[in-house]
């Protein structure tokens, strides 16, 4: 019996010096505001992908004389996909239990303790400010630069397809 309660006392300190691991943690993560950044992202990802969506569509169909009723049926099945594609996105809080999981173990606890002094400390605080306004600038350099690269890449595969259809000279189906 002595042997079951001390087994128990051992699992329940170990299942507490993790939770206690796990809020250090995620101390850290509020500290340095990962989880707006994460959810910035996803914003600008997800205006990235209804922008693409949108021009896809509309270069797709620009052959195509669609009534109203047409019209509105595609532009029903376009809302529909980005809610479902935006919806099934990596959550922003999925991402933090995940990073907390997984940089942890990387760390003591006594590290940890001396990473939340710093990010707490003034230091760390303008250290977070600045990076804090930078990194939405640079990603928002990188999106944008991507997105024209994406669509310059598109407009030349789109090109190409079409030579060699016309090339073809294929019936259509």
């Known amino acids: 019996m002595i042997k079951l309660m001390l087994v128990v006392v051992l699992m329940w300190g170990g299942v507490a010096v ?3 691991r796990d809020e ?3 101390t850290l993560i509020d500290l340095w505001g990962l989880l707006d950044a994460i959810e910035q992202q996803k914003a600008a ?9 949108q021009n896809s569509v509309r270069d797709n169909l620009k052959s195509f004389d669609l009534n109203p009723a047409f019209q509105a049926r595609v532009d029903a099945l376009t809302r529909e996909f980005l809610e ?16 907390t999981t997984l940089f942890g173990p990387a760390f003591s606890d006594q590290e940890l303790d001396q990473l939340i002094a ?4 003034p230091l760390g605080r303008r250290e977070l400010a600045v ?8 990603i ?9 690269q994406l669509l310059s890449e598109r407009k030349a595969f ?9 090339e073809c000279n294929c019936a259509r189906k």
């Open 18 to 20: 993790a939770a206690q």
């Open 24 to 26: 250090k943690v995620r």
């Open 45 to 53: 990802v997800q205006r990235q992908l209804e922008t693409t969506v």
């Open 84 to 99: 479902k594609a935006t919806q099934s996105a990596f959550s922003g809080e999925a991402y933090v239990a995940e990073l």
């Open 118 to 121: 710093f990010y707490s400390s």
């Open 131 to 138: 990076t804090k306004e930078a990194v939405p600038k640079a």
């Open 140 to 148: 928002a350099v990188a999106s944008q630069q991507g997105a024209e």
């Open 158 to 166: 789109s090109d190409a397809l079409r030579a060699t259809l016309i």
